[in-house]
């Protein structure tokens, strides 16, 4: 299940007023849920008999099989992650002592259906595999990108000017740019940063 988890994306989500990052995988032998605020970093994992434990306390008049829960938390999760909300089904989320409970509330086969998922701190190998290592590799790659446009900005006003030297002109002058300057482009784009980022 954690090595499934690794492959979705996160989605941003909101539970009342706060914002958290969420994935989720379900498969028929159970699920993980790892949830953030960025500040901390929660996770469940819980298998069939989890479930099916679970099920018989919060919906004591449904008598269905483990799979069809399981089946029913993904397609009630996967709106939810994708950024759509369906008014049929609510979520709230409370905080308490280093834990995190994750309320659904909806129906299914026309009877009430509820579900809390129980998350505690996630383990700091798993927070650095789902979310450090990836940032950091995605920060990597963002960097070499910069680095590449940045010489290939710079090749690219060499040859206008090559062109401008030998005598070319710009038929239309609005299509006319300022040479690149990398340390004015570098300077406003950190200040920008630091400006969304307060």
Not at 54 to 66: A, D
Not at 99 to 124: I, Q, T
Not at 127 to 145: D, E, F
Request: glycine share 4%.
């Amino acid at each position: 299940l954690e090595s499934s988890l690794l492959t979705q994306p996160w989605a941003s989500v909101c539970f009342g007023e706060s914002t958290f990052l969420v994935k989720a995988c379900f498969r028929d032998t159970g699920y993980i849920l790892l949830i953030s605020d960025l500040s901390s970093v929660w996770y469940e994992n819980a298998d069939t008999e989890a479930v099916g434990q679970r099920s018989k306390e919060l919906n004591k008049r449904l008598t269905v099989h483990v799979s069809s829960f399981l089946h029913r938390l993904c397609n009630l999760m996967s709106p939810l992650l994708a950024g759509q909300l369906d008014t049929a089904t609510s979520f709230s989320c409370h905080r308490a002592a280093g834990s995190l409970s994750l309320h659904v509330k909806s129906e299914l086969s026309g009877l009430p259906f509820y579900w809390d998922f129980h998350c505690c701190p996630a383990p700091v190998e798993m927070v650095s595999r789902h979310l450090v290592r990836p940032l950091i590799q995605m920060s990597l790659v963002l960097q070499y990108q910069v680095q590449e446009l940045t010489s290939l900005l710079l090749q690219k006003d060499a040859e206008i000017e090559d062109y401008r030297e030998s005598g070319a002109t710009l038929s239309r002058d609005r299509l006319r740019t300022e040479p690149f300057q990398e340390e004015v482009f570098q300077q406003n784009f950190m200040a920008e940063v630091r400006s969304s980022a307060s």
